[in-house]
């Protein structure tokens, strides 16, 4: 009996022995903020991967996306990151120069984004076109083209970030760069007195927004559906630009000193499937690149649906971002 009892308090041991080593993993992801924050997808996408991974997902956000290259690149190898999460296609040729990613070995098969997309380093997670988001009840007549919003009442103010450090900021230098090209500087000129100020992110922009401190404020198509939902009130829509909307495909890879390379793959494997894509919609209120266990909410077919979709190659952008920035940075210091 008590040989009996010893085998089972010895089993029992060894079971909760390899349960705590295997508890004792650590899966690091770099994201930004928002990502993170208490009403962002971060804490339901970790309950939901530590379920199945035997292990503890811990978060480090940084300001904004931007800000997530730039922490890697000071960092170098002796980052703690496995995943990096939150760049965008923007980024991806700059991402890869650091030598710091791994290619993820996966097959995005299933996954869907505007225009397409496949890499062997990045995997989409989510997508969302930049749009002018205006408060209806401190604007009547919002505009209905960049050159509208360009060329706009002066007094109509809006919030924008700033390229060097946030994605959507460089969204909107690149969306203003695939309407006017050369002529973008002298865009920026006159764009100039509606702008009441330019933040570090996202987040800081719309709090600002939503305080009532500008009518608008650049975000993107789907931020309306957070109000319908959440808020239960349609007060705050997308301007529908007749030029087209740039895009944003937001993506995710593993780093080469990762110490764990299986688990970083099972949590990119995660991240395209269902359990993960049917956090997002809700949370990072950006669309879904693959199934989602149930139907969108009837809020999202009510938002803008952009005619045609503005992209620039991430080549293209890590050949001109410092210049495009410079020449932003001109402008908008100009007296």
């Known amino acids: 009996m008590r040989v009996k009892l010893f085998a089972m308090v010895a089993t029992l041991a060894a079971g909760l022995s390899a349960s705590a080593l ?18 962002g997808p971060g804490a339901k996408v970790a309950a939901a991967f530590e379920k199945s991974c035997a292990c503890k997902v811990e978060w480090v956000g940084v300001a904004d996306g931007v800000e997530l290259l730039t922490r890697l690149k000071l960092e170098g190898e002796s980052t703690k990151a496995d995943i990096v999460l939150g760049l965008d296609t923007s980024l991806i040729t700059e991402a890869k120069a650091t030598g710091l990613f791994e290619p993820h070995g996966l097959s995005p098969q299933g996954l869907t984004v505007p225009g397409g997309f496949s890499d062997d380093t990045f995997l989409p997670y989510d997508y969302g076109h930049f749009a002018i988001i205006y408060d209806t009840d401190a604007l009547k007549d919002p505009p209905h083209s960049l050159k509208e919003l360009v060329e706009g009442n ?29 002529k973008a500087a002298e865009a920026w000129t006159k764009l100039k007195p509606r702008v009441l100020t330019v933040t570090p ?9 939503t305080k009532g401190e500008a009518p608008m404020v650049l975000s993107y198509t789907t931020s309306p559906a957070y109000h319908m939902i959440a808020e239960n009130t349609d007060r705050y829509q997308a301007a529908s630009f007749t030029e087209g909307h740039y895009v944003q495909i937001e993506v995710a890879g ?15 494997s995660f991240m395209t499937g269902p359990d993960f894509q049917s956090i997002i919609p809700e949370t990072n209120w950006m669309m879904p690149v693959g199934a989602t266990k149930d139907p969108l909410p009837d809020a999202f077919g009510k938002l803008v649906k952009p005619e045609k979709t503005l ?7 890590a050949a001109h971002r410092k210049a495009w920035i410079d020449e932003w940075l001109s402008a908008m210091s100009a007296n």
Not at 254 to 268: E, G, V
Not at 311 to 317: F, I, K, N, R, T
């Open 201 to 209: 992110g996202w987040s800081e922009s719309y709090g600002l927004f």
């Open 22 to 39: 295997a508890a004792e993993k650590t899966l690091t992801i770099y994201t930004y903020e928002s990502f993170v924050a208490e009403w």
């Open 154 to 182: 002066p007094d109509e103010k809006i919030v924008i970030q700033d390229p060097r450090t946030s994605t959507p900021g460089l969204g909107l230098l690149l969306w203003m760069k695939s309407v006017y090209g050369d």
């Open 254 to 268: 593993m780093t080469k000193t990762s110490d764990d390379k299986d688990l970083a793959r099972q949590f990119l």
């Open 311 to 317: 992209l620039l190659g991430s080549d293209e952008v």
